[in-house]
Nanobody, 115 residues
Framework: QVRLVESGGGLVQAGGSLRLSCAAS????????MGWYRQAPGQERELVAG???????KYADSVKGRFTISRDNANNSIYLQMNNLKPDDTAVYLC?????????WGQGTQVTVSS
């Protein structure tokens, strides 16, 4: 069983930055994919940023140029650097790991951006 623990969320003013962290109980260098999703109240869960085995990344159009996904294989951690935050970025952010077909989720961390 893979365990994912997110941290780094909080309240920030528009234009500010936050860095989310996800500590994984699995060797992330060996997983097929990882990513950050978000879910706002009444909205569907959406992919914010993803990285597949080999390092190719993908971003939602709404965050391109503002968010960056990265990983630290030595510490089995996944990060999401979020800059120039906007009120529309307010949501629960969840870490995801796909281990060759098996999907795992963290409990989520709340990000609130005030205008």
């Amino acid at each position: 069983q893979v365990r994912l623990v997110e941290s780094g969320g909080g309240l920030v003013q528009a234009g500010g930055s936050l860095r989310l962290s996800c500590a994984a109980s699995v060797t992330i260098a060996s997983v097929s994919g990882m990513g950050w999703y978000r879910q706002a109240p009444g909205q569907e869960r959406e992919l914010v940023a993803g990285m597949i085995y080999g390092g190719t990344t993908k971003y939602a159009d709404s965050v391109k140029g503002r968010f960056t996904i990265s990983r630290d294989n030595a510490n089995n951690s996944i990060y999401l650097q979020m800059n120039n935050l906007k009120p529309d970025d307010t949501a629960v952010y969840l870490c995801n790991v796909n281990q060759w077909g098996a999907n795992y989720w963290g409990q989520g961390t709340q990000v609130t951006v005030s205008s």
